[in-house]
């Protein structure tokens, strides 16, 4: 090796180690900036408090409400429960869709295990998809078009008698502004 050719090298290094944490930082803030809103509103675990009721009037059973999340943009029904945790006993999430038609969910990052209950618009119950299984990108559905679903704990259907058929009553829920 030639006299100074390390001094020649250490400077390289320092030029390219700076070029990469530059390249670093550039990627890091377009990734970032990139982000939905629905991933960045709410921390892992953090809900806001329900705003409505949806109560389910199985025949032959007592009626049976659950304290709902209401969510009615894209962004939010995106999200639903990713990242709960834990869902407190007769609460869940209304999803409200602009059109009725076939509608599909995951259950990628959520953990809590739950049933889907799909609902059309005439406010009767399409059927129920029972014990999903958490943190699954399996797809899943009912056969028919429906315009909500109500997604509660796993078990929640079976023990208040809901299936299909069963009728459904809104309280302080507008079906106004659905995006």
Known sequence: MRPGSHARLRSADRRHGASLIWVLLFLGALTGGCRSAAHTDLK??????????????????PDAPVRV???????????????????????????LFPTQ?????WMRNTYVALDMIFVRNDLTVL?????TRP???????VDGDSQYVVEVNAGWA?????REGTRVKLETISLENIE
């Open 127 to 131: 059927g129920v998809v029972e014990h």
């Open 158 to 162: 079976r023990a208040h008698g809901v």
């Open 69 to 95: 999340r209401v969510v009615k943009t894209e962004a939010a029904r995106r999200r639903g429960l990713m990242f709960v945790r834990s869902l407190p006993a007769d609460e869940g999430m209304l999803f």
């Open 101 to 105: 038609e076939q509608q599909r969910f």
């Open 135 to 141: 943190l699954s990108d399996e797809s899943r559905w």
């Open 44 to 61: 892992p675990d953090a809900m806001p408090a329900p705003t409505g009721t949806v109560i389910f009037l199985p025949d032959g059973h």
